[in-house]
């Protein structure tokens, strides 16, 4: 059963007074109602002096922190704000997806200068939106055709060229190109030119050869029950991966997030250095 | 900074432009028949979805000789489509189900207010108004920032018990086991002292500790560079598998 | 002589990335047969699929999805090649969504070349969704009554293959095959509880952790990725995608460890050119 | 673990509570000591080298969204601006999330004008590429080959695309350094970067560029924070090896106490 969340604060008042659905007229009136409350609100943003607006940012990071972090240090039985949590996070999905038009836009400001000013190489610009239009048509097209009419085989071929002939190859390609990188990577990196390079380059050789039938035929001859069979090459790697390497990558990841902490919190607390966070509002 | 400027470091081959285009020319020539072969072979959409993303990898993979006309073109297709897709699946994944539908089917009028706050984001483009986007990212900042302690114990504690581990026999534990804990903690320990800041590594045992911590580092990525190589041929093998199994039937 | 050795440092990026294309290619196009050396935990899957008793079921648990398919998918039809080839019937099973389908197409790919009919030799109980433990513990008890139908929607009752299977105890084997964790719910429910012969096929990434259980005895043999899958095919003296697929990668790890060398041999011989001219100067 | 378990109430505040302290101490003045970082140390000359050679510089800030691993980035990115801004040289930033675009140009364009060089920057060098992993990658190496860059920065959080951009910056002749906490990437920035800040370096780097009360007193904080979790996981092993089979129920406890007991 699934466990449900303890109204949150203030939850049952707001959905039974402010935020109830509507339908009508009355949903028209409430919509424009929001739209006029915002603009008003911006405008009156808008008009505060510069000093308010540096404390009203602090003030509002301060409180957006002390939500996720109150709503964890609050035990489970009788917590207040657990109701809140996903609302919260369907309503942060559904911003980061109006975001979008940010990116769009500054894609078609570099490429539309590009076909405007016809810089060299201008045509890939062209080729660019096409693929971005096409691909928008077909996926919608195919997610809203009618089912078995004939519009629907075409529409399903379409999105296939797109997506089957286009969007995946060129993804799974440019991920397997990870192939030859790491080639040439280990071919210039693995050099003997100080201890620790060596030790690095000796490690990785055993565990390519622990991998690979070939290399395991070097220690096939030790017996797998013996005393010695961790000296097999497969064992080898295995005793690496799972013992030095796991306790290596743990002691850096505890590092890493006592690190993640001390800037949450200077963000949090406002105590933050740095260009975006000290410029004049 | 060692100069690794390599001789190899060709960047433009100096073969003159018209040779060049030649061979681009001859590859194109000699793609187009191998699509003319297997499509009179097959006649069905298939072939063509499949020549398509046959010169899709062919594209890519050029890019390893050197970047080209070619991969350019594809490159930019590539980020088209895999924008264009993106609106789609942002509309079809979140925007549809849950704010266009409740909105308009259910009457949840207050949910116009998402787009209206994200309309804070664009005020980017008036210098006079820009502030208001460093209100709202601000805020964003401050929510990621306030889940940091349930980030942390979520992830670090359980790591935390499970590093306690006895250092000598005790019931039915085999040597073996002894001496791997043995490795485990050193290794652990060890590699922490390393990433010291404010504490001088000169100072007697933390030295030796730091340098030991660092070779067992040097272990450690050693043994993950090792045990990704597989992996990611596999990937370019599944490519080779495409173009020489399903597009030309000339392997199994 | 020295200047070709000193060259070894800087071999082109170019003929580095062909080669890796020839090393991959070639067998693909040519199969090549590299000896493939079985190890014990291989051998122990194969003794197992092998030793199970005339009439009994054996469960095929296909754990796994489309990314993982380069390496379960060679094993998933390693194994049910061989339990068709000693006409062993066998039950396709999983409690992740899409395995069975991807699991029943490669059995009905397999099924043609031996003339094995869909009902009498083998069935796909298809994915049973709800939460796997409580799945597993009531499958035990009383299989028709939880599977009730298969893949294609027959009562399970009309099928040949599933006659008088009642219990786990009509049950020989049971071989997981998955990318993911969710091989502790058979281990818990199934394995623990009733001692049914366990197996796993697993990818290269998740193999440490389940080598814990072959050295308890919980599992009775383990595959390895891609090279487990090559193993099973040496033992039951078949070409398949496994060993095809083996081989490029045999080749590849050998031509990454073979560039290593020579860049070693070329630094060393660098150094020893630097060495003598010290000395003359 | 949905709600704190009762280690989180002890050993969460008792972490906060020594790097804000520490944090307070530095900014009354306090001298601070922090070891040499080499990487670090590099970033100056090469920003320098690009500017000898005429070249744009180029700075990946990772797959990161509006996170704090890709603030810590954004910040870089400011430091990296204010030294390529005296030389009005160019700095591409090619980014994944839109939302980033605002962050970035902002930290740039103050980080121009700061050195009086506001006409050398050019709002396009800041642009979003794809939201997909390997778009982004396909279109930054494209970048690197095409502007030709002298010196690559790739600070944020990686996965496998970090090789493909590490490797053909190599290609291209560019200086390379990197700083991530994603571990797992750390192996391929070491074969193909210059200089690779590791794990939690990463988050001291702009306390060591800045040399700032706030940030050093930080770092240091979080060396105390990791001598708290040394301590109590010498405590463990030394508990879980004299207690032996006994220290199964102070492990359970221990781990019950930390994880919350399956809450």
Redesign the interface.
């Given at each position: 059963m699934e466990k449900v969340a303890p109204p949150a604060l203030f939850q049952n008042w707001l959905s039974s007074h402010i935020f109830t659905p509507l339908s009508g007229g009355t949903f028209y009136i409430a919509l424009v109602g929001s739209v006029i409350f915002w603009c008003l609100f911006l405008f009156i943003l808008q008009s505060l002096p510069s000093p308010i607006r540096r404390r009203l940012l602090v003030v509002t990071t301060f409180v957006a922190g002390l939500f996720y972090s109150v709503e964890f240090f609050w035990p489970a039985e009788g917590n207040r704000l657990t109701g809140y949590v996903e609302p919260l996070g369907v309503f942060l999905q559904i911003m980061g997806g109006f975001g979008l038009g940010i990116g769009i836009i500054s894609l078609c400001n570099v490429h539309g200068k590009a076909i405007f000013r016809r810089q060299p190489g201008y045509y890939n610009s062209i080729a660019f939106f096409l693929a971005f239009v096409l691909m928008i048509v077909a996926s919608f097209w195919q997610h809203y055709v009618k089912p078995d009419t004939s519009m629907e085989a075409v529409a399903k071929q379409f999105y296939s060229f797109m997506f089957d002939g286009l969007y995946v190859p060129l993804d799974s390609t440019v991920f397997s190109l990870l192939a030859f990188f790491i080639v040439s990577a280990a071919y210039r990196a693995f050099r003997i030119r100080s201890a620790e390079a060596s030790l690095m380059m000796i490690t990785a050789f055993i565990v390519m050869l622990g991998q690979v039938p070939i290399g395991m035929a070097l220690t096939n001859w030790i017996p797998a029950d013996g005393p010695l069979a961790g000296l097999r090459l497969e064992r080898l790697t295995n005793w690496i991966l799972t013992g030095l390497n796991a306790a290596a990558f743990r002691a850096i990841i505890f590092g890493a997030m006592v690190g993640y902490i001390a800037m949450s919190l200077r963000v949090w607390l406002s105590l933050e250095k740095g260009t975006y966070f000290e410029k004049e509002l | 900074m060692n100069d690794h400027r390599e001789t190899q470091m060709n960047q433009r081959p100096n073969g003159s432009a018209k040779s060049q285009w030649l061979t681009q020319l001859a590859l194109l020539v000699v793609f187009i028949g191998l699509c003319a072969y297997r499509i009179h072979a097959e006649h069905n959409v298939e072939v063509w979805v499949k020549c398509v993303a046959a010169l899709s990898t062919l594209a890519i993979i050029s890019f390893i000789y050197r970047e080209n006309r070619l991969y350019r073109l594809f490159e930019h297709i590539f980020i088209g489509a895999a924008t264009g897709f993106l609106v789609f699946v942002v509309w079809r994944d979140s925007l549809q189900g849950n704010w266009w539908e409740p909105l308009s089917k259910d009457g949840k009028w207050y949910l116009i207010l998402a787009p209206l706050i994200a309309s804070m984001y664009y005020t980017i483009y008036s210098p006079k108004h820009a502030w208001m986007s460093r209100l709202l990212i601000g805020t964003m900042f401050g929510l990621y920032a306030g889940q940091c302690f349930q980030n942390f114990a979520a992830q670090i504690f359980p790591q935390i018990s499970s590093s306690f581990l006895p250092l000598w026999k005790h019931g039915d534990m085999t040597m073996g086991q002894v001496l791997n804990n043995w490795v485990f903690v050193v290794t652990l320990f060890a590699v922490m002292t390393y990433f010291f800041f404010s504490i001088r590594h000169e100072r007697p045992g933390i030295r030796q500790t730091a340098t030991l911590g660092r070779w067992l580092l040097m272990i450690a990525f050693g043994a993950t560079f090792g045990s990704t190589v597989m992996a990611r041929f596999s990937l370019f093998i599944a490519r080779m598998q495409f173009l020489l199994a399903d597009w030309l039937h000339v392997a199994k | 002589m020295v200047d070709l050795l000193i060259r070894l440092q800087h071999i082109d990026r170019r003929i580095i990335y062909s080669l890796v294309i020839l090393s991959i290619g070639i067998p693909i196009l040519i199969p090549i047969d590299l000896p493939v050396f079985v190890s014990p935990e291989a051998k122990g899957l194969f003794e197992a699929v092998k030793t199970v008793p005339e009439g009994k079921l054996v469960i095929i648990a296909a754990d796994w999805q489309a990314g993982t398919q380069g390496e379960c998918g060679p094993q998933t039809r390693a194994v049910i090649r061989h339990l068709f080839q000693t006409g062993k019937r066998f039950a396709i099973f999983s409690i992740i969504p899409i395995g069975p389908e991807l699991a029943q197409k490669i059995a009905e790919e397999e099924s043609k070349g031996l003339g094995k009919k869909y009902g009498k030799d083998w069935v796909n109980w298809g994915f049973k969704a709800g939460s796997p433990l409580t799945t597993l513990t009531s499958l035990a008890k009383n299989i028709p009554g939880v599977v009730k139908t298969d893949i294609n929607g027959t009562p399970i009752e009309k099928l040949p293959a599933m006659k008088n299977v009642n219990d786990i105890s009509d049950v020989g084997l049971i071989a997981e095959f998955t990318g993911s964790g969710v091989f502790e719910y058979y281990l818990q429910r199934l394995q623990g509880v009733y001692g049914t012969p366990l197996v796993q096929g697993c990818t290269a990434v998740i193999a440490p952790e389940q080598y814990t259980y072959l050295q308890s005895g919980q599992l009775k043999g383990l595959l390895v990725g891609l090279r487990g899958a090559a193993e099973y095919e040496t033992l039951s003296h078949v070409m398949g995608e496994g060993r095809r697929a083996m081989t490029s990668q045999s080749l590849a790890h050998l031509l990454v460890m073979a560039l290593i060398v020579l860049g070693n041999i070329g630094l060393y011989a660098s150094r020893r050119r630097r060495g003598a001219s010290d000395g003359q100067r | 673990?949905?709600?704190?378990?009762p280690?989180?109430?002890v050993?969460?505040p008792l972490?906060?509570a020594i790097?804000?302290a520490l944090?307070f101490r530095a900014r009354a003045g306090a001298f601070?000591?922090?070891?040499k970082i080499p990487g670090i140390e590099?970033m100056e000359?090469?920003v320098g080298?690009a500017t000898e050679m005429g070249r744009p510089i180029l700075f990946s800030v990772g797959l990161g969204?509006?996170?704090?691993?890709t603030?810590?980035a954004?910040?870089v990115v400011?430091h990296v601006g204010r030294a390529a801004a005296r030389f009005r040289n160019r700095v591409i930033v090619p980014?994944v999330?839109?939302?980033a675009?605002?962050?970035v140009?902002?930290?740039l364009r103050?980080?121009y004008s700061?050195q009086g060089a506001q006409e050398a920057f050019r709002s396009?060098d800041?642009?979003?590429?794809?939201?997909?992993q390997?778009?982004y990658?396909?279109?930054v190496?494209?970048i690197m080959?095409?502007e030709?860059v002298a010196t690559s920065f790739y600070f944020g959080s990686f996965a496998?695309e970090a090789?493909?951009l590490?490797?053909?910056g190599?290609?291209?002749?560019a200086?390379q350094i990197a700083g991530t906490?994603s571990?797992?990437q750390?192996?391929?920035f070491?074969?193909?970067c210059?200089y690779t800040i590791?794990?939690?370096?990463?988050?001291?780097t702009?306390a060591y560029l800045?040399r700032?009360a706030?940030?050093m007193g930080?770092?240091?904080?979080?060396?105390f924070?990791?001598i708290l979790?040394?301590a109590?996981?010498?405590l463990?092993?030394l508990?879980?090896?004299v207690l032996?089979?006994e220290?199964q129920w102070f492990?359970e406890y221990?781990?019950l106490w930390?994880?919350g007991g399956g809450?």
């Open positions: - | - | - | 673990m949905e709600h704190a378990s280690a989180a109430y050993v969460l972490l906060s790097i804000v944090i601070i000591f922090i070891r590099a000359e090469a080298r969204g509006i996170d704090i691993i603030l810590q954004i910040e400011g980014l999330d839109p939302l675009i605002p962050v140009e902002e930290v103050e980080a700061s396009e800041v642009r979003f590429l794809s939201g997909e390997f778009a990658a396909a279109g190496v494209g080959n095409r030709q496998a090789l493909i590490a490797e053909t190599q290609s291209v002749g200086v906490p571990a797992l750390v192996p391929f070491i074969t193909t210059d590791i794990g939690e370096e990463y988050y001291a702009t800045g700032d706030t940030l930080s770092v240091v904080g979080q060396d924070g990791k979790l040394f109590v996981m010498l463990g092993v508990a879980a090896s032996g089979p220290a492990a221990v781990g930390a994880t809450g």
